[in-house]
């Protein structure tokens, strides 16, 4: 078992929902049929946190890399100000799994490989899933990882992971994706990469001798990796490894 220790916050009072449509890049009413997976970005545009949200009976539950949760609850009390919204940590657990979907369990929205996500009283002792493996075969970024300050979240992927509407109102940030989405073709991004050789998380890419990315999550011989595109063009290094872009 390889997943990161999550936290679940239990945001509640009437103006909650419409106080998280106004902060996050998915569109809060989602949660109604289902996970919603969402970022919190900077008003630069900037990733933040990203999170999965789901409806609990007149709340929304909050699921965070645990890393992330106190500057979470401490961002959203700064932005909430008079909203009638109270937010809490709660004593519950994520668990996961990509067999059959539980009755209490719901699918992940950004791949339908990475199964189905749970929130229960107790620990999860039962999952030897891979995380990593999966993350990496279907360009997954991961908090922490892939996922940085400095990330832009269109240049991980977002889109296609189901983490931003473009039809929703207004979110921090929303002008620069906005922008990057309708008037700018991405020059850098999340990449699968083959690795054959020695090279650790964080090592420089280059393409000859000119900087062309980093290495990421890696898994076997292959990896995540964030990369110009311009120059990820043919055989690449990273330390002591040859490194070739496959998507």
């Not at 709340?59 to 109270?86: C, E, F, G, I, N």
């Not at 991405?186 to 690795?195: I, Q, S």
């Not at 001798?209 to 964030?226: M, V």
Request: charged share 25%.
């Amino acid at each position: 078992m390889n997943a990161p220790a999550r936290t679940i916050l239990r945001l509640a009072g009437k103006d909650t929902r419409d106080f998280l449509q106004g902060l996050i890049t998915n569109d809060i009413s989602g949660v109604d049929s289902g996970l919603v997976y969402a970022a919190i970005l900077t008003p630069q545009g900037k990733y933040m946190a990203d999170f999965f949200l789901s409806a609990k009976d007149d709340a929304v539950l909050l699921d965070a890399d645990t890393a992330q949760a106190d500057m979470l609850v401490q961002r959203l009390s700064m932005y909430k100000l008079r909203a009638d919204v109270t937010i809490k940590k709660t004593d519950l657990y994520v668990h996961r799994g990509t067999g059959a979907i539980p009755q209490d369990a719901m699918a992940d929205p950004r791949h339908d490989a990475l199964g189905w996500r749970a929130y229960r009283e107790t620990l999860q002792t039962d999952d030897s899933t891979d995380w990593t493996a999966l993350h990496v075969t279907h360009m997954i970024p991961s908090s922490g990882v892939e996922l940085t300050p400095d990330s832009f979240i269109l240049e991980m992927g977002f889109e296609r992971l189901n983490g931003v509407d473009f039809r929703k109102g207004c979110y921090v940030g929303q002008e620069v994706t906005a922008r990057m989405k309708h008037k700018t073709e991405l020059r850098k991004g999340l990449a699968l990469v083959a690795v054959q050789g020695s090279a650790h998380t964080g090592a420089a890419i280059l393409s000859g001798e000119k900087p062309a990315g980093t290495l990421l999550s890696r898994s076997g011989d292959q990896a995540l990796a964030y990369l110009r595109y311009d120059r990820a063009t043919g055989e690449m290094t990273a330390q002591d490894a040859t490194v070739t872009r496959l998507a």
